[in-house]
């Protein structure tokens, strides 16, 4: 039952920055948002794991971005996003906003992920 949508992505020069939000629908009353995390992929590759964050502000970083990119959450707001900085052109891809929940009818553990949104960095 939740969705997820993305924003922030765009064009940005190599060494710049850009910053994604992913928002996710509901309120505390009909889901739970557990672990939540930016995913990338690029035509013909595999979908990898960017960041992942626990619900307490635990991060997880695939080594390529690490020191570059920061990844945070507000519970309250039911949001999480991911701070990149000093972009380089391997960095262009589409990411996807990822979710471990429980929602209605019966609170089952779900797995959710967002349309994505593409990220474009020049040389």
């Known amino acids: 039952q939740v969705q997820l949508v993305e924003s922030g992505g765009g064009l940005a020069q190599s060494g710049g920055s850009l910053r994604l939000s992913c928002v996710a629908s509901?309120?505390?009353?009909?889901?739970?948002?557990?672990?939540m995390g930016w995913y990338r992929q690029t035509p013909g590759s595999d979908r990898e794991l960017v960041a992942s964050?626990?619900?307490?502000?635990?991060?997880t970083y695939t080594n390529s971005v690490k020191g570059r990119f920061t990844i945070s959450r507000d519970n309250a707001k039911r949001t999480i996003s991911l701070q990149m900085d000093r972009l380089e052109p391997e960095d262009t891809a589409v990411y996807y906003c990822?979710?471990?929940?429980?929602?209605?009818?019966?609170?089952?553990?779900?797995?959710?992920w967002g349309r994505g949104t593409q990220v474009t960095v020049s040389s």
């Open positions: 509901g309120t505390s009353s009909n889901s739970r948002l557990y672990v």
């Open positions: 964050i626990t619900p307490s502000g635990s991060p």
């Open positions: 990822h979710a471990e929940t429980q929602s209605e009818p019966y609170f089952q553990y779900v797995e959710t």
